[in-house]
């Protein structure tokens, strides 16, 4: 099964557990899912604006991402953190990605993924950004796969981790 197809099964399952009130959502969960959905929109674009984009780029924004949903599994715990964990499993595929040509030495595994990997993996960030978006806002998930209407490229990854970070530290802090 390939990443679309994981993370919709997680998705589904996600959406079923709090439709039974099997999860039931802390202000923590909506707060750090909030942030993580956030930070996906920023880190993936809409689908124009990513295709525009060299394969280098495409690769990085990706692996911000992925970033993204480990650091928000780093502050929660419980099935929000189950769920991200999950997440997190299902992209990493992209860490054995590389966009640049091997020029006759060690890939160390690393292959070049096709543009239709590409697309199928930034759809997926986009889900579960919309996903994250619904935990934080209503508490019911809804499969919504409507592209977001961002334009404008992303700031650098350690800007986007210290920001991060900052909010989470804020969360905890309030405990």
């Not at 295709?51 to 650091?71: K, M, N, S």
């Amino acid at each position: 099964m390939g990443i679309r197809g994981v993370v919709e099964e997680l998705v589904e399952e996600a959406e079923r557990r709090i439709r039974d009130h099997m999860w039931v959502l802390t202000p923590d969960d909506r707060t750090v899912a909030a942030k993580a959905a956030d930070d996906l929109h920023a880190a993936i674009g809409a689908p124009q604006f990513q295709q525009g984009l060299p394969e280098a780029a495409r690769l990085e924004h990706l692996r911000e991402a992925l970033a993204v949903v480990a650091i928000a599994l780093a502050y929660v715990h419980g099935r929000l953190a189950w769920f991200l964990g999950a997440a997190a499993t299902a992209l990493t595929p992209v860490l054995h990605w590389r966009a640049m040509p091997a020029d006759h030495g060690p890939t160390f595994g690393a292959v070049p993924p096709t543009l239709q990997q590409y697309t199928e993996a930034e759809d997926v960030v986009r889900h579960l950004h919309s996903t994250l978006a619904s935990i934080a806002t209503a508490g019911s998930i809804r499969l919504s796969r409507e592209p977001w209407s961002r334009t404008r490229p992303r700031g650098r990854l350690v800007d986007h981790v210290s920001s991060q970070m900052r909010v989470l530290a804020r969360v905890m802090a309030a405990r």
